[in-house]
Nanobody
Framework: VQLQASGGGLVQAGGSLRLSCAASGRSFSSYVMAWFRQAPGKEREFVAAISWSASNAYYADFVKGRFTISRDNTKNTIYLLMNSLKPEDTAVYYC?????????????????WGRGTLVTVSS
């Protein structure tokens, strides 16, 4: 599975961005897909994940109510709609994929990663 994230950019605090992650390879619809982020000088952290059927979505506490993860299996693409952005959301955002529904917040559980896309939120 190859993943390519896009959609990052510079936005003012309170604004919105939508990230996309296009996947190539077999069986995209069977994979759990997720977003992680890594801020300068900090460790990579879990942001959101979505089950293969899109029936379940999981969020880190710090994005609940502001971010929405979704997927379109017909386009082999997942999305992260980010609203009410804050300066502390500034980071490189990565998409990742794995099989199985366990350990969806664990970085090491994801064998497939895309290159990140930079999101910068100005105050």
């Amino acid at each position: 599975v190859q993943l390519q994230a896009s959609g990052g950019g510079l936005v003012q605090a309170g604004g919105s961005l939508r990230l996309s992650c296009a996947a190539s390879g077999r069986s995209f619809s069977s994979y759990v897909m997720a977003w992680f982020r890594q801020a300068p000088g900090k460790e990579r952290e879990f942001v959101a994940a979505i089950s293969w059927s899109a029936s379940n979505a999981y969020y880190a506490d710090f994005v609940k109510g502001r971010f929405t993860i979704s997927r379109d299996n017909t386009k082999n693409t997942i999305y992260l709609l980010m609203n009410s952005l804050k300066p502390e959301d500034t980071a490189v955002y990565y998409c990742a994929s794995k099989v199985g529904s366990l350990h969806y917040t664990t970085i090491g559980a994801y064998p497939y990663w895309g290159r990140g896309t930079l999101v910068t939120v100005s105050s």
